[in-house]
Each structure stands twice: as C-alpha cells, then as structure tokens.
C-alpha cells in the first residue's frame, strides 16, 4: 500500500463538525465519532500539492471555472464510469445538497409533489418541505437485509402529480448500488408520467468490488429529463470545500437550474476548492484505489464481528460507501433509547436511523471511514455494553 489509511490524525479543535460537533449532537463529547459523513483520512497528495501551489498566489479575488475544470470531469466521468459528457451539459454548483433545493424550486411549484425514498438522507426531505412542496414517499422496500425500488409503488406516486423524483444513488444509507435493469425501470416510470429525476450520484465513486454503478444520466435518450449531481467530495474527502457539478443533458433543464440559482445568486466559488476538485479527478486514482481495498477490508471486518459477536444487530449488506447501516431492532429499544443506549452505555457517536425517515425506526447509522483501530474500539464497545 502507498497511502497509510491507519495513520493516526487528530482532528480534534479543528472545527470539524464530526469532532467539535460532539457536545451539540450528541450532549457530550464523550463518543467516538462514527456520525458525519466525512472520512478521518488525509486526503490524496495531489490536493494538498495543488493547494500548495495556489496558496503561492497571495490574492484570493472572484475566480472563474477554468476550461481545465470541466475536462477534469469529462474524463474522470468517461475514465472511470464509461460516460460521455459533453462540456455544456455541465453547471457548476455549490455544493450538491443546494443542488438538491435548487431542484425542488426548478422542477415542482408550490405544493406540487415531489417523491423521496426513505429511508434516506434527510436533506432530500427538507429540500422539499422547506421550500413547501409536497412530500411524496416511495419507501424502499427491505426484503432478508437488502433493499429494493418499490416500483409499482412509486408509480402510484407519479400518478398523484409528482413533478420530481429525487434519487440516491448508490443509496445513503442503505447501501445499496441499484442494477441497470432497476434504473431502467425508474426512468421508464419518469418517461411515462413525465418527471424530472435529480439523480443524486455523490457517491459514485466509492463502490466495492462486485457491484457495478451506473450513471443514470448514462442512460439518458433525448426528451429525458435528468439532472446528475456529482462531486469529488465524498470520494477523495474534501466536502468542507464545498463545490459540486451537475451533468444536465437538456437544455431546457439546464436553464431551469441556471435561474433557481441565480435568484439566490450562489454561482460563486472560491479558487482552492476549484484547486481541490480538479486535481482529485486528474491525479486521484491510485488513492481511490487503496481506498476502496482498505473500506472493503473495515466493512468486512465490521460484519463478521456482528455476527460472531453481536449478533442482535444485522449489518445491512453494504455494495457502496463507507456508511454502513445497522439493524438494531432486535434489541428491543426505542429509538430514543437506542440512541441514549449507544451514547452512554458504549460512548459510540452514530446517526439515529429515524433522522431518515420513519422507515429508519431501529436502525443506526455507523460511518466506518476512519482507522481501523477505532472501528475495533466502536465494537469491542459496544460489544462490552450488550454483553458484559
Ligand atoms: C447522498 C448525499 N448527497 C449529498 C451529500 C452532501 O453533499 P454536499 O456536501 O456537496 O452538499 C451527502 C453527504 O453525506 C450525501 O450522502
């Protein structure tokens, strides 16, 4: 391995939320942080070496995407996905949860619905609820530990009027990467009744071994309206740098979203996350790779400790990121004491799974990009509170 994933970094009084956020979420500081989906990695030297480089520059004035930018997303996309984007499809945005919000006020007017899959990360509700659309749920379906696309389900919610479908995929949290044949499934549904899709693949990249992820804007025909939202962020750890990119195929779309930002006017950036994002797409691949082995390696770990030691809770089969979501039901708990459970009795910081959605009842979410070492001690204490 090149790239030392065990290398203790403190992050402590560095303002990160997963770290100095502890007292405010949790009422204590006093856990270990498996909460936040941000990884305790250093990030691959290309970025910092980038970032180097434009610090040399001692003015930090309004800056422009440069062409560099848009090529770096080309051919990361086309490289690593097989999908050819061409430059004008792409908008470049502040970060992918805005281009969520955007989204609603794009595609859905007041009090139109919009459908959400729950169980699911939370800001897909609140994009809709705070901007007062209508929420619209689709739940997946959880069928012996795995989750699937209720499809006749979620054509009964785009016959009551839906104007938007807003899809995780692969899934935060529960993991799943969805097949071709069920994207093309999802799209046929949209053609049908004629919904926008925002296709949030943030993602994308951090995929294990033996899934295999499609773009869904891949599988776009003319006519199709679909909005991809894409980032280095999660994949080489620098979302606190905040910009983000959406692949929008239709012209028609493409305005939309270039007006829903512009009333807000939050089309500026700043020249380092420029720096960052393109290097992670030009020079990152090694890193991802070592990455992706060293996950693998945690997730697997983590699942057979469960189920040789702690077998109460059932770890939902993980095909992407490194967020893995655990079945706890078993354990008989509310989930106001399955939260109080995990943070006194085992002093482990994980997100409730109902900030999900009520379909995430039972379930806690467990972020395993960190050390190995600490995901050893996340175990082992709570292995302690349940059986000792
Ligand atoms: C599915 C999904 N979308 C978006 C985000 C956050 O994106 P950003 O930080 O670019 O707003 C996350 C972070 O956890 C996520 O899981």
């Given amino acids: 391995m090149l790239f030392d994933f065990d290398a203790p970094i403190s992050r402590e009084n560095t303002n990160a939320v997963k770290f100095d956020g502890r007292q405010y979420y949790f009422g204590t500081k006093d856990v270990i942080p498996a909460w936040v989906a941000d990884m305790d990695f250093a990030v691959p030297e290309c970025i910092t070496r980038a970032l180097q480089e434009r610090l040399q520059h001692p003015v930090f004035g309004y800056t422009l995407y440069p062409e560099s930018l848009y090529e770096s997303i080309i051919e990361w996309f086309w490289r690593r996905h097989g999908w050819k984007i061409e430059r004008e499809w792409i908008l470049m945005a502040p970060g992918v949860v805005p281009s969520l919000f955007a989204a609603v006020l794009a595609f859905a007017n007041e009090s139109d619905g919009v459908i959400v899959q729950p169980p699911v990360y939370f800001p897909f509700f609140s994009a809709v609820t705070t901007n007062r659309r209508k929420l619209i749920l689709n739940p997946l379906r959880e069928i012996d530990g795995r989750y699937e ?58 995929i294990y071994p033996g899934n295999t992820h499609t773009m869904l804007g891949k599988l776009a025909q003319p006519g199709d309206r679909i909005i991809t939202t894409i980032a280095p962020n999660k994949t080489f750890n620098i979302p606190g740098l905040g910009l983000s990119a959406l692949v929008i195929t239709d012209a028609v779309q493409r305005n939309a979203m270039k007006q829903a930002f512009e009333t807000l006017h939050v089309g500026n950036t700043n020249p380092l996350s420029i720096a960052a994002f393109e290097a992670a797409y030009r020079g990152g691949d090694e890193w991802l790779y070592e990455l992706m082995i060293y996950l693998q390696t945690t997730r697997n770990y983590v699942s057979d400790y469960l189920l040789k030691n702690i077998p109460q809770i059932k770890m939902t089969k993980s095909e992407a990121t490194y967020l893995l979501w655990l079945d706890c039901r078993e354990m008989g708990m509310s989930d106001s004491q399955l ?50």
């Fill in 149 to 206: 696309i209720d499809l006749e389900h979620l054509e009964m919610c785009a016959q009551q009027g839906a104007k938007l479908l807003m899809l995780c995929t692969p899934h935060n949290p529960v993991g799943r990467v969805w097949t071709q044949q069920e994207l093309t499934s999802v799209l046929n549904i949209a053609r049908k009744y004629n919904l926008v899709i925002l296709s949030d693949d943030i993602h994308c990249d951090l």
């Fill in 339 to 388: 939260r109080d459970f995990f943070i006194q009795k085992c002093k482990v910081g994980m997100n409730p799974g109902k900030v999900f959605g009520e379909a995430g009842a039972g379930f806690m979410r467990l972020n395993i990009g960190t050390r190995k070492a600490a995901i050893e001690q996340i175990l082992l204490s709570i292995d302690d509170a349940i059986n000792k």
